[in-house]
């Protein structure tokens, strides 16, 4: 069951492959809806079904080869999750030309695989597109909640970040925002229909840039089978305009894209997902991939 159902071993076995997909199967800290344990692979099993060239840059990604891992199984206590992941991720990182792709899974288990990558890549950032800020300290008695991933990144590790898509944040962390958190946030009901903020974001990014993406920063109309579906998102076009910037600006290390809930029989959302993440390694992979086709 690899990603995109490749077969062919030069482009799936994982020493070849440059990118490797990692299904991290937790929902331990949900506080509203459930489903996001099984989310993983659910895209997995959803990605057979995609097109393997991208017409929009032309190219055949899955020629960089892509492996997927063995899913991340969840551990008993928040904590024990937390310093699972970051240790393994930082196993991942041993290999310097791959690149690590996580699916969740809660929007938790990113924060300790982004502390991975900042102590691998100098002069981080991070892009979180996302309904939620997050940054809370603490949610239901515990610091390693969905609800406080970029609390962890951008107060604990320093973390420079921009946050896309946001519509939904508590008293608290509104005071925390103005108290000069290393963060910038482009809000939804700013950006919604428009591509004119995209380099605004983009350039306030460093040159290193992890890309965290929560599907719930997405209109819950076209994905509303997340954790906690908030009125208002980014919708797809616009979406992507930003990541193939993104691609095109800036150096991506490493990317997750998390909080999908499976719900048997409704598929849609998954493939969603699973093509959203195959054309973001497209847009961060464009310059190392021959065109197929320069008519296009």
Not at 22 to 42: H, K, L, N, Q, R
Not at 79 to 100: A, C, N, P, S, V
Request: proline letters at 5%; aromatic letters at 8%; glycine letters at 8%.
């Amino acid at each position: 069951m690899n990603f995109g159902g490749i077969e062919e071993e030069e482009y799936s076995s994982f020493e070849s492959s440059r990118v490797r997909v990692w299904p991290v199967s937790y929902e331990g800290t949900v506080s509203y809806g459930t489903g996001t344990g099984d989310g993983a692979m659910a895209i997995v099993d959803a990605s057979r079904n995609l097109e393997l060239y991208d017409d929009e840059t032309d190219t055949e990604l899955y020629k960089v080869g892509i492996h997927t891992l063995p899913a991340f199984q969840p551990r008993a206590t928040p904590d024990e999750m937390m310093d699972g992941l970051y240790e393994r991720t930082r196993e991942l990182l041993l290999d310097d030309d791959k690149f690590l792709c996580m699916l969740g899974g809660e929007h938790s288990i990113s924060a300790p695989v982004i502390r991975a990558h900042a102590e691998k890549f100098h002069d981080l950032s991070v892009l979180q597109i996302d309904a939620h800020a997050d940054l809370r300290d603490t949610y239901d008695g515990t610091p390693h909640s969905h609800a406080s991933i970029m609390a962890r990144v951008v107060n604990d590790l320093k973390i420079p970040s921009v946050q896309v898509g946001i519509r939904s944040i508590s008293a608290d962390e509104a005071r925390l925002i103005e108290s000069g958190l290393p963060t910038r946030i482009f809000w939804a009901r700013d950006i919604v229909g428009r591509t004119d903020w995209i380099d605004e974001a983009i350039d306030s990014l460093s040159d290193n840039v992890y890309l965290t993406i929560d599907i719930d920063g997405l209109d819950p109309a076209i994905v509303p089978t997340t954790g906690t579906p908030e009125p208002g998102g980014l919708g797809w076009y616009e979406t992507l305009s930003l990541l193939r910037r993104l691609g095109e600006k800036k150096r991506v290390v490493g990317m997750d894209l998390v909080e999908y809930s499976y719900v048997p029989t409704f598929d849609a959302p998954a493939f969603l997902c699973a093509k959203l993440v195959y054309k973001s390694l497209a847009y961060i992979f464009a310059k190392d991939l021959p065109r197929v086709s320069r008519a296009l």
